[in-house]
């Protein structure tokens, strides 16, 4: 048996969409193990079913894919996935929420904040209160820091705000992603150092990278 695993930060449509053009999902044998905080009434598998729904999907409901389903929602808390703790946290995306993962193997901590935002500094200086001791922290970084409004208007992050938070944190790692997909790589590079002048200039000697796919490094 082939086994699949995937996140889902929340639910909004481009978070969900590819789940119907997953080849592995249509075939037997495969195991695919599909975890997520719903957040409303709804559970995640009747979201995911909604979403195959005859209007919008041939498929007509997740019955129909050929590899085993494992779905479940992880509430806010504590959670074990093998050798790794992960705990999930509701955190403010725009008028909804997203999911942080701390992820913790041993004395080797990561927190992953793909898509936050926050509407004030208190929000900001108490979710990184709850990330302390963090090795590596992976923060949005969409947009720049005059660019507030469409920020909060789209429930993201300036490199700024990831930044204070990584400071606050007491992060050894900072990396910026979720880049905004309009620059180019010069753009993103000075992302990456204004957000380093930023923290140098307070006396942290933060490492801060720019994310880009395919990136590996050491957590500890």
Not at 17 to 29: M, N, Q, T
Not at 80 to 102: C, D, K, N, T, Y
Not at 120 to 140: F, Y
């Amino acid at each position: 048996m082939t086994r699949s695993a995937e996140r889902i930060r929340h639910c909004h449509l481009d978070h969900l969409l590819g789940l119907p053009f997953f080849p592995p999902a249509y075939l037997k044998g495969n195991l695919l193990r599909i975890r997520g905080i719903s957040e409303g009434k709804a559970s995640l598998y009747d979201i995911l079913e909604g979403l195959l729904a005859p209007c919008y999907s041939p498929l007509y409901t997740l019955k129909n894919f050929k590899a085993e389903l494992d779905i479940a929602d992880w509430s806010s808390g504590m959670l074990f996935e093998g050798a790794l703790a992960v705990q999930a946290q509701l955190v403010p995306h725009g008028r909804a929420a997203s999911s942080l993962l701390r992820v913790s193997e041993r004395d080797q901590t990561l927190a992953y904040l793909p898509d936050v935002s926050y509407p004030d500094d208190q929000a900001l200086q108490e979710l990184a209160a709850n990330l302390r001791g963090v090795h590596t922290l992976i923060h949005n970084a969409m947009y720049l820091p005059e660019e507030a409004e469409k920020a909060r208007q789209f429930g993201q992050s300036s490199w700024k705000d990831a930044a204070r938070v990584a400071e606050l944190a007491g992060a050894r790692r900072l990396v910026l992603f979720h880049h905004d997909p309009d620059r180019v790589d010069d753009e993103v590079d000075a992302i990456r150092e204004s957000a380093e002048r930023e923290l140098r200039s307070r006396g942290c000697q933060i490492e801060v990278r720019a994310g880009s796919e395919g990136d590996e490094f050491a957590v500890g």
